[in-house]
C-alpha cells in the first residue's frame, strides 16, 4: 500500500522521476525502488515527498505502519532462522547482546521501554529463554563483539551490573562462546550506530540481520550478506583479543566492586 499510494500521488501531481528527484534529491533509480517495492524507503524520504506533495504526514504515517508490520514478520523469520543456525556472530554498539543478557539486566532494560506488569515479565521470560539456544551439545558456535560504550553505560541497580559482568565471564568459560570487546581506540567503522547478527545455516546460506534503532532488516541477497561479513571480519581485526576482552571486564568488575563498597 505505501509504494502504491507514492506511485499514485507523483503520477496525480504530473511529476516525472526525474523532477521528483530534482524536487527531494533523492537518486531517481532509488525513487523508482521505492515505487516498485524494492525498497522500502526511509522516514526522512517520506517526510520529504509529503512535502512536494502537500499531503502533510500521509507518506510518513503509512511508512510507519508499514515498517512495524514488516519488521514484525523480519524478525520472526530471524528468531526461527536462529534456532537453526551452527554460527552465530552478533556486534552490538549499545547494549549487552540479548543472548548473553541476565533477568536483572534484561528486566531493567525493557523497563526503559515503559512496559509494566505481565507484558513485562512475558518479555523477560522470552528473552531468557532464548538463552538455551547456546547451551547442550548442538549448540552453534557464537562470538559477540561488543562496543566498549556497552560497559560504559551501566545498569542503574550496582548488584545487577555486576551479575551481568560476571555472567559474561562465565559465558566466556563456554567453548562455543567468544566474546571480545571493540575498544574505543579502535576508531570509526561501518557498523557504528546499530548492532548487527550474521547466521551461518546448515544449507551453506548465510543471513544477516541488521537494526537500527526500532526498525530491523533481515538481509538474505548473497552479495549483501558477504559486504557485511566482511565488515565484521574487519571489525573483528581490531577489538582486543578474547583473553584480553576478559581481562577488561574482570578489572571492571573489581573496579566497579570498590566503588559500590567504598564508604560515602
Known amino acids: 500500500m505505501l509504494h502504491e499510494t507514492a506511485t499514485r500521488l507523483r503520477e496525480e501531481s504530473g511529476l516525472s522521476l526525474q523532477q521528483l528527484q530534482d524536487e527531494t534529491t533523492y537518486d531517481r533509480a532509488y525513487l523508482h525502488k521505492v515505487e516498485t517495492g524494492a525498497r522500502f524507503g526511509s522516514p526522512e524520504l517520506m517526510a520529504a515527498l509529503d512535502r512536494v506533495y502537500g499531503t502533510r504526514t500521509q507518506l510518513q504515517q503509512l511508512w510507519k505502519l508499514a515498517n512495524d508490520e514488516a519488521f514484525g514478520d523480519r524478525y520472526a523469520k530471524f528468531m526461527q532462522l536462529e534456532r537453526e543456525a551452527s554460527v552465530q556472530y552478533t556486534y552490538s554498539c549499545s547494549v549487552i547482546p540479548g543472548l548473553l543478557q541476565t533477568e536483572g539486566y534484561a528486566t531493567e532494560l525493557l523497563t526503559q521501554g515503559r512496559r509494566g506488569g505481565a507484558e513485562l515479565d512475558e518479555d523477560v521470560a522470552a528473552r531468557m529463554s532464548r538463552q538455551d539456544i547456546l547451551r547442550g551439545v548442538d549448540a552453534p558456535h557464537f562470538r559477540a563483539l561488543i562496543d566498549e560504550a556497552v560497559f560504559r553505560r551501566a545498569a542503574d541497580d550496582p548488584k545487577v551490573w555486576t551479575e551481568q559482568l560476571e555472567s559474561l565471564v562465565e559465558w566466556m568459560a563456554q567453548p562455543n562462546v567468544a566474546l571480545q570487546i571493540v575498544p574505543f581506540s579502535a576508531g570509526l567503522h561501518s557498523l557504528m550506530g546499530g548492532s548487527l547478527t550474521i547466521l551461518w545455516l546448515p544449507d551453506g546460506r548465510s543471513v544477516a540481520y541488521a537494526e ?35 581481562e577488561f571486564i574482570e578489572n571492571l568488575i573489581k573496579e566497579h566492586k570498590a566503588c559500590t563498597s567504598a564508604p560515602s
Not at 541477497?221 to 582486543?240: H, I
Open 212 to 246: 537500527s534503532g526500532h526498525s530491523g532488516d533481515l538481509v538474505e541477497e548473497p552479495g549483501r550478506v558477504e559486504e557485511m561479513r566482511l565488515s565484521y571480519d574487519l571489525l573483528r581485526d581490531k577489538a582486543l583479543s578474547p583473553e584480553q576482552s576478559r
